[in-house]
């Protein structure tokens, strides 16, 4: 019996629970069910064909990725005549097949292609697309295009329904900010940009004395109100991520990972590849890279930011593989949606739909996934979606993750193969 | 008198005193200090609440929006005097339009700073309160609106109809150009309806959702439509109101059971009158004044009340704050302060001369809440979402810029001795076991830690 309160249900049943066992010793018995946490990496037990610590790192395209001029369906007349001055040459692209070319600023991706590690979906999108970048970027977080269920993000009922008690970090996001599908009800991610700067600060001319005072302050006191029980709880909460974070940023090689772009997606990047390397049992990384909406003069900017993209996963997936971790980590980019087929009057695209989604890691499946979206069959001049992307995240969480998918997607959709087949193992754990 | 709302009757037992006052001023304000807490008790609970309703006159706009004006002006004088065929691909007026947006942007920044300053400083702080909890209700986010001058007169609008009548506030928000561009309803057309005004004005407005079927949504909407904005081709018109006949679906609608050639004006009369109503306001303004869970025959009996005067918010606040329920032990610091309430409250408490506004609305952004820009539709969630383990560390950091000189010069001085500082920035004493951890830190007087360190407590964290 728990006689503390978890924030999934301070949030669910309200204040009035609290009043009855907010004064028990909770973080003692916090500790103690740790012990029994299923994500605890000592206790994790081997999948046949799949590491014993799957990892996900999720990049977020922001903006609005312009899909088609990422992975370029150079055969298709009707790209060119919609394009005149964005379309990217045939003879430049990066050849991937008969029908697709890689942008030529995606030269590691290309390496990477090369290598058998890049699986490509093409044409993901979901039905009756929204155009607010707002809108949309909350339907991927939430996975919830019609917005009947709670606000909460995919990421974060993962979280919710596989390690509610989880004390440390079970998602990390590199950025103050936490994305919305990191959000679930228990609170087992956390954010922030440089993991020596997250955690309480003293003041200038105090010292560790006030740290600690702070964390003697957090203790349960006896008869205070629900509301700041409930908060002592999550600060000392912080302050026990914080702890573990340090702990292992502490472990963290002297020389940083080499290869790196210095801009702050690589840098971001080289930073998950540490914290992995230091043994963090954070399943779930959140990188952002922003700036994808490329309304007007597109043709240099966007080539930068496939840059930084290429360059910052391609060193990525080489530093893994020095430090032997890339059988354990696998990458996934998305962005809120692609853009306008038909280039616009300011040499730029405006809003649009479906786009690819890029899956990187040695358990995918490599190639082409699913047929490009007609260039001619549109809808108000956008591409239509060929691929639910939830059909993509059923696919990472079962077979990737090894979690039942149906109750965080509430649904099912049609699987998309986008790893290579288990070895040695014919059913799912899923139900 | 509903029961529930009677008024609180100051007893020897139970007596009108510097916690209930305090109580008041925090739910009613940002960060009350010593002295007014004091004027507060001294002038009795009827005194103290009158005092709260003495709203200053709107203030004038700040002096922000000058290059914004001259980049607008530049803007449109080149398109006026260009052919209109030649207006999509005219590299110069592309490039004002930039500059324009450019100093749109840039003015956001001045014009949080201004409203951050406005709370700090006035003497009415009910009003900027109202005003904040009117921009989470009315929701309309610069990021959509891409206009300053747009989003000032928006937030005008509710500080002008801050304690004011809700009819009348509804009425302005339906014709607010903000709204009109941030819910699309300036492209809602006769045979190109936009619903998603009509939508979320019944949804999150002002009656909440499973009062009201899909048929009544795409009814209203069609009367909605013609209610849009001037004129795309300048500025200015832009952020002007029309109505537009030709635009406007004049057929015959069925709305909520009720069939005529509506409007927009007819529409919003049927929704004034149906109960959900005054029990959906009634509940905001519960959530946003009372507690995270009020109590549902307190929204029953504030529903009743705004009834009875039509929608009038002031006596209904009035009655409020002045009531017994208000100030029950599981109402009194049962909210989370809000990242704005935490930042000005500090910055009150800590009597910062200059606060450093663009850094301290950047923090609150970090910490969830980033004005004119809310997250949704549906405003701030609010209370126990604010806090996680990224927020907690974005308020002890701002608290240590404060405390420490980094965010703006603090006044200490108030801060004589441990009882001072909890009196000061808690109103209450701290539990005996926090207060022995803070006076284990110096052996006699206060340090800066100490107040940092305060205002890191939970204690702290909820109003």
């Known amino acids: ?431 | 008198m509903p029961t529930v709302l009677e008024p609180f009757a100051p007893s020897p037992g139970d007596p009108w005193d510097a916690v209930k006052a305090a109580h008041l001023l925090r739910r009613a304000g940002f960060g009350p200090l010593p002295q007014e807490v004091a004027d507060a008790v001294s002038a009795g609970p009827d005194g103290a609440v009158t005092a709260l309703f003495a709203f200053p006159p709107v203030p004038d706009p700040p002096p922000v929006f000058g290059e914004v004006r001259a980049a607008e002006d530049q803007a449109d004088a080149l398109r006026r005097s260009l052919p209109r065929t030649l207006l999509r691909k005219n590299p110069e007026l592309q490039a004002l339009y930039r500059e324009a947006q450019r100093q749109h942007g840039r003015s956001m920044v001045d014009l949080t700073a201004w409203w951050l300053d406005r709370m700090a400083r006035t003497p009415a702080p009910l009003q900027e309160k109202l005003t904040l909890f009117w921009h989470g209700h009315f929701t309309s986010s610069f990021g959509d609106v891409h206009d300053a001058i747009a989003m000032y007169n928006q937030n005008q609008l509710f500080r002008r109809h801050a304690a004011g009548n809700f009819a009348r506030l509804l009425d302005g928000v339906a014709r607010d150009p903000a709204m009109l561009r941030y819910l699309n309803n300036d492209q809602n057309r006769r045979g190109h309806p936009n619903e998603n005004w009509a939508r979320e004005l019944m949804e999150l407005f002002a009656m909440g959702i499973g009062h009201y079927t899909e048929t009544d949504v795409k009814e209203s909407a069609r009367a909605w439509t013609g209610w849009t904005l001037r004129d795309y081709r300048s500025y200015v018109d832009r952020r002007t109101f029309a109505f537009k006949p030709l635009l406007h679906d004049a057929g015959t609608k069925t709305f909520l059971g009720h069939t005529g050639a509506w409007d927009g004006a007819d529409i919003m009369q049927v929704i004034l009158a149906h109960p959900a109503t005054p029990q959906w306001i009634a509940g905001k303004l519960a959530r946003f004044f009372v507690s995270p869970q009020p109590d549902p025959d307190l929204v029953d009996a504030m529903a009743r009340q705004l009834l009875a005067t039509g929608y009038e918010i002031g006596p209904v606040l009035r009655v409020l704050f002045r009531s017994r329920a208000f100030y029950r032990p599981d109402v009194m610091y049962a909210q989370v302060k809000s990242p704005t309430q935490f930042v000005v409250g500090a910055v009150r408490h800590l009597g910062i001369a200059d606060p450093a506004w663009p850094r301290l609305a950047q923090a609150m952004a970090d910490m969830g809440q980033r004005l004119f820009f809310p997250p949704t539709v549906a405003g701030w969630h609010g209370d126990a979402a604010w806090m996680n383990a990224g927020t907690v560390f974005v308020r002890t950091d701002v608290a240590a810029g404060l405390v420490g000189g980094a965010l703006g010069s603090p006044d200490l001085s108030p801060f004589v001795s441990l009882g001072a500082v909890t009196r000061h920035l808690l109103g209450r004493p701290l539990p005996l076991a926090r207060e022995a951890v803070l006076g284990g830190l110096a052996t006699d007087g206060v340090t800066p830690g100490m107040i940092h360190l305060t205002l890191s407590l939970p204690e702290y964290q909820v109003a």
């Not at chain 1, 922030?192 to 955690?199: A, K, Y």
């Open chain 1, 1 to 431: 019996m728990r006689s503390f309160m978890t924030r999934r249900e301070f949030l669910t049943k309200g204040l009035t629970i609290v009043a009855a066992g907010a004064t028990a010793p909770m973080f003692l018995t916090r500790t103690a069910l740790a012990l029994n946490n299923p994500w605890d990496q000592t206790l994790a037990q081997s999948v046949p064909g799949r590491p014993a610590w799957p990892t996900l790192v999720v990049v977020q395209l922001g903006g609005g990725n312009d899909g088609l001029n990422t992975v370029v369906p150079f055969t298709h007349d009707e790209y060119y005549r919609a394009r005149p001055n964005l379309g990217v040459p045939q003879g430049k692209l990066l050849r991937l097949t008969d029908e697709l070319g890689l942008n030529p600023a995606l030269t590691d991706l290309k390496e990477i292609f090369d290598q058998g590690r890049l699986g490509i979906v093409q044409g993901v999108g979901y039905p009756n697309p929204n155009r607010s970048h707002f809108r949309s970027m909350e339907i991927w977080h939430t996975a919830d295009p019609a917005g009947n269920g709670p606000r909460s993000g995919w990421l974060g009922r993962l979280f919710d329904s596989e390690c509610p008690d989880c004390r440390i970090a079970a998602g990390i996001t590199l950025s103050n900010e936490m994305p919305l599908a990191m959000q679930g009800g228990t609170d087992r991610a956390v954010a922030f940009e440089n993991p020596g700067r997250f955690g309480f600060h003293p003041i200038r001319g105090a010292g560790p004395v006030e740290v600690e005072a702070f964390r003697r302050l957090l203790q349960p006191v006896p008869a205070t109100e629900p509301m700041v029980d409930f908060l002592a709880h999550t600060e000392m909460n912080a302050l026990l991520a914080a702890a573990d974070i340090h702990g292992i940023a502490g472990g963290f090689p002297k020389e940083a990972g080499s290869g790196y772009p210095a801009d702050p997606f690589g840098q971001k990047l080289r930073l998950v590849s540490e914290l992995i390397a230091a043994g963090a049992s954070t399943r779930v990384y959140y990188v952002s890279l922003g700036g994808f909406d490329t309304h007007a003069t597109q043709a240099g900017r966007h080539d930068q930011l496939l840059e930084s993209l290429g360059a910052g996963l391609g060193a990525f997936v080489k530093d893994l593989g020095q430090k032997g971790l890339q059988d354990r980590v696998l990458i996934m980019t998305f962005s809120e949606f692609g853009r306008r087929v038909a280039e616009n009057a300011s040499g730029g695209t405006d809003h649009g739909t479906a786009a690819p989604m890029l899956l990187i890691g040695s358990a995918v499946a490599p190639g082409i996934h699913g047929a490009h979206p007609s260039l001619t069959d549109l809808d108000q001049g956008d591409l239509k979606y060929r691929i639910d992307f939830r059909s993509v995240y059923m696919s990472v969480l079962e077979q990737w993750m090894g979690v039942p998918s149906e109750a965080i997607l509430n649904g099912r959709f049609p699987a998309v193969d986008i790893l290579k087949p288990r070895t040695g193992e014919a059913a799912r754990p899923a139900a």
